[in-house]
């Protein structure tokens, strides 16, 4: 435990690289990654991105996130370095933060997104970002008798690939059953689900535009790691690639 602590004190405090950390510590560098991002002791934790947890960089945390998906299919040598982050904050969107606010979140965010490179599907940008929905559409049954039914699909936009599940209703048991079937079908989860405010999913729409989580939805989302963004109420429209039939 110790040896955990000493890792996330040359991070955090002494702001050493991973790499430095791992040589200075003759650790490998996987193993200096895994403690150093670590929010608690929990063997199967990734780091905290939830933007409500980020109270200065909420409004910008949509512009870092494109830029370092953009930085993805860039060379190296070309993609943005958290000062240049910072800078182009301070320039372009008159962000008053600090520095090290933005390097928190962008560190972070950066580990979550190499662990995507690893379990998700070979997607073109936004990486592993995907839309979420229920649609209606009616049936004929084997009595002949119209029948309506709900499909729930999953859509990752630039790639235009989508998936669906159909059910008879359109509650959290079928909205929880569908993603696992889906995820267990592609063979990973996305990083970022976004939706609409659906009941399954949020409980309550609260001051400011925060959301509190249906409980079951939470644990799934805890489970499978990934962060669920919203569309405004009524507005279900910003998804774009998914919409109810």
Known sequence: MAQKQYIKQLFENEELSLREIARRMELS???????????????????????NHYPI?????????????????????????ITRIHERLQKEHAFKGSYST????????????????EGFLPLAQPMAHAQIDFGTFTYIDAYGINQV?????ITFP??????????KAQNQ??????MQRIFGYIGGSPIRIK????????????EGGKRELAEG???????????????????GNEKGAVGAT
């Open 158 to 167: 630039y790639s235009n690939k989508g998936y669906t599940q159909v059910f």
């Open 195 to 206: 939706a609409d405010n659906m009941s399954t999913a949020v409980a309550k729409i609260l």
């Open 217 to 235: 939805f939470n644990r799934f989302m805890l489970h499978y790691r990934f962060l669920a963004d919203f569309c405004n109420p009524a507005s």
């Open 173 to 178: 048991e079928c909205l929880l059953e569908g």
């Open 29 to 51: 560098f996987q193993t200096v990654q895994k403690y150093a991002y670590m929010e608690d002791w929990s063997e199967h934790h990734l780091p905290d991105v939830n933007p």
């Open 102 to 117: 933005v390097k928190k979140y962008v560190r972070k965010m950066k580990y979550i997104m190499q662990q995507g490179k």
């Open 149 to 153: 039914a709900y499909a729930l699909t």
């Open 57 to 81: 960089l909420k409004d910008v945390i949509p512009i870092i996130d494109r830029w370092l998906e953009d930085d993805i299919r860039q060379p190296r040598k070309q993609r943005h370095t």
